[in-house]
């Protein structure tokens, strides 16, 4: 499995961004897929995540400014981003859960993208 996210960049506050996932195969074939995001000094956290069924969560500073969402012509999860305010700068990274089973036995792997910078200056 392999992820590659890209689309950071330097922006102003009040721009716009938008990352993409690229995933091997389907993002169909995965639970879930969410980005995270960690500032410096800050541990990585949780912005949005979209499942399989096409449900999505998202952080509630995320909420009203970004969407996820996912191309599956391209199997890529994307994220927009509006509104960034500097308190957004981050490495933003990609994680897709993929469940497997072997016997009775059911497992959960996580796999993560390489992340992309996100700058966002006053």
């Known amino acids: 499995v392999q992820l590659q996210a890209s689309g950071g960049g330097l922006v102003q506050a009040g721009g716009s961004l938008r990352l993409s996932c690229a995933t091997s195969?389907?993002?169909?074939?995965?639970?879930?897929i969410g980005w995270y995001r960690q500032a410096p000094g800050k541990q990585r956290e949780l912005v949005a995540a979209?499942?399989?069924?096409?449900?999505?969560d998202y952080a509630d500073f995320a909420a009203g400014r970004f969407a996820i969402s996912r191309d599956n012509a391209k199997n890529t999860v994307n994220l927009q981003m509006n509104s960034l305010k500097p308190e957004d700068t981050a490495v933003y990274y990609c994680?897709?859960?993929?469940?497997?089973?072997?016997?009775?036995?059911?497992?959960?792997?996580?796999?993560w993208g390489q992340g992309t910078l996100v700058t966002v200056s006053s």
């Open positions: 994680k897709a859960v993929l469940t497997t089973h072997k016997g009775l036995t059911r497992y959960e792997n996580d796999y």
């Open positions: 195969g389907s993002t169909f074939r995965f639970n879930v």
């Open positions: 979209i499942r399989s069924s096409g449900s999505t």
